[in-house]
């Protein structure tokens, strides 16, 4: 057999670089009043914890790592209800007070089905998808401001670089641009996902992926899906569906690191991350090539 060089062996080795992708990310998602952790390429959810709060809705991690969420249970129902701002622990998935939106009476009781994000300058933003309304939310106190009225209803939330994104539920799910001067939303196209959506989850992953959590409508029988969202576009790509018990009705990603950057955000090349088996195989297929140059070298 004709000795193996280093070239043909570099050439050899390269071609299996794919199969080193980066894995596809761990999101954070709440299903009524429990925290989940994601694995967005499998679909499988396991359980952080019981929150402590039910129906909560539009997590989102603040720039310095502390993971908040909105609890969507009392606006809606008159008096003095409403709904409330909340802290989550990631690792137990206890969640703490933070104090009311100052939203009472607005939307039916329950249903406001909130959207929650970060900007990278560091403000918090919250719309609904049955009000249609934008609001700035004061993350010490609570105390939700309104910024305007998006037109759209906006599920879901999420910011890079290069701008703040809503989802849109219903028949025809869309993604969406949003200011937050006025809340305009402007059109990034159809998800094309089939099917009506009732709630929905979004956020950017480190890498600058945009990732979903789709609910099915409530008639429907099926599970969450998990898809990546292209931000030129508004196509949606199934990763997976997610095998719990409850709907996925937000999503939420560590992303500090997404800020650090300047330059826009362009959709991200899908590249599935590597499995046990293609490491394998890498493994074994390195380790046949390299025989070839022991043995040329040993008889050197």
Known sequence: ???????????????????CASADPIGYASGYSDLYRVDMASGQATVVGAIGFNDVEGLAFAPDGTLFGVVDATAGTGGAATDFLIRINPSSGQGTLVGPLGLAGQGPAGNLDYGLAFTCDGKLWASSDTTGELWEVNRS???????????????????????????????????????????SATLVGQLNVGGVVDDAGLDFASDG????????EP???????????????????????????????ALAFPNADLCQTTAPVLASVEVPGPRPWQLLLLAVVIGMLSVPVLRSRSGA
Do not use: C, K, Y
């Not at 057999?1 to 670089?17: K, Y």
């Not at 939700?144 to 599920?155: E, P």
């Not at 099926?222 to 969202?229: K, L, N």
């Open 1 to 19: 057999m004709r000795p193996l060089s280093w070239t043909r062996f570099l050439i050899g080795a390269m071609t299996l670089l794919p199969l």
């Open 141 to 183: 106190s609570g105390s939700a401001h309104r910024v305007g009225a998006t037109g759209q209803a906006i599920s879901g939330l999420a910011a890079s670089p290069d701008g703040l994104f809503g989802i849109s539920v219903g028949a025809t799910p869309s993604l969406f641009r949003i200011d937050t001067t006025d809340a």
């Open 209 to 216: 992926q945009l990732w979903a959590v789709l609910d099915p």
């Open 219 to 249: 008639a429907a029988v099926g599970p969450s899906r998990a898809v990546r969202v292209s931000t030129e576009l508004g196509r949606a790509n199934l990763a997976s569906t997610v095998n719990a018990a409850v709907g996925m009705e």
